[in-house]
């Protein structure tokens, strides 16, 4: 069975055969018969590695986080995950130091990671569970931001655009340079465009 833990850039779920590059983590959302009932748990998304020092999961297992599945790490961060700290613990802190670079460090009161997430919850989701977006100028946009058409998803990098899917991107061309709609949450752009690259699918560098 099929079960619907696919997640696209506007953080929905999907119902997809695809596995993607990385999974994820919002807390416990299915109960069990292993039907999602709600958008999240917590506050701390993360986006984990698909296999960690052997671990084996039984996927939407009863009183289990539920295990959520991206194409790659941009389509995760435009969904409003972080880097895991514990199995992408190399990615978590070139994140973390950029971030900082970018935002500044912890609150006070709060830990850096707590200060992430809470910023990024406000920039992603919104009370009544609505993907928040905000406008940008195209061309001023760094290499791995996710935008919309009004339609589909598309992926910014190198100065052109990819059509998002759960089995991968298809080149489209120029990268908009208009104003556009940017389903990446806003925190995130800075922590782009200040050198963090996320990970993408392979398909690009076919597609190019």
């Not at 701390?44 to 194409?71: D, H």
């Not at 200060?115 to 992603?124: C, G, Q, S």
């Not at 791995?144 to 100065?159: A, F, H, R, S, Y």
Request: glycine share 10%; net charge positive; proline share 5%.
């Amino acid at each position: 069975m099929t079960l619907n833990n696919r997640v696209d850039p506007f953080g929905q779920f999907h119902a997809n055969s695809a596995h993607g590059t990385l999974m994820g983590n919002r807390g416990i959302l299915h109960d069990d018969q292993q039907n999602v009932l709600k958008t999240h748990a917590h506050q701390n998304w993360v986006a984990c590695t698909l296999s960690f020092k052997g671990r084996k999961r039984q996927i939407m297992a009863p009183g289990r986080y539920t295990e959520l599945f991206f194409l790659d790490e941009a389509t995760a961060l435009a969904a409003g995950h972080r880097p895991c700290a514990e199995c992408r613990r190399e990615r978590y802190r070139a994140f973390t130091e950029t971030w900082k670079a970018v935002h500044g460090g912890a609150e006070e009161g709060r830990s850096l990671p707590q200060t992430i997430d809470r910023a990024l919850h406000k920039a992603r989701i919104t009370r009544q569970r609505a993907k928040v977006t905000h406008e940008a100028i195209g061309a001023d946009l760094p290499d791995g931001t996710i935008v919309t058409d009004g339609v589909e998803p598309l992926l910014l990098w190198q100065g052109q655009s990819y059509r998002w899917s759960f089995d991968g991107y298809t080149a489209l061309g120029d990268a908009p340079q208009g104003i556009v709609t940017v389903l990446t949450p806003e925190p995130l752009i800075p922590v782009l465009r200040g050198g963090y690259r996320p990970a993408i699918h392979e398909s690009v560098e076919k597609a190019g």
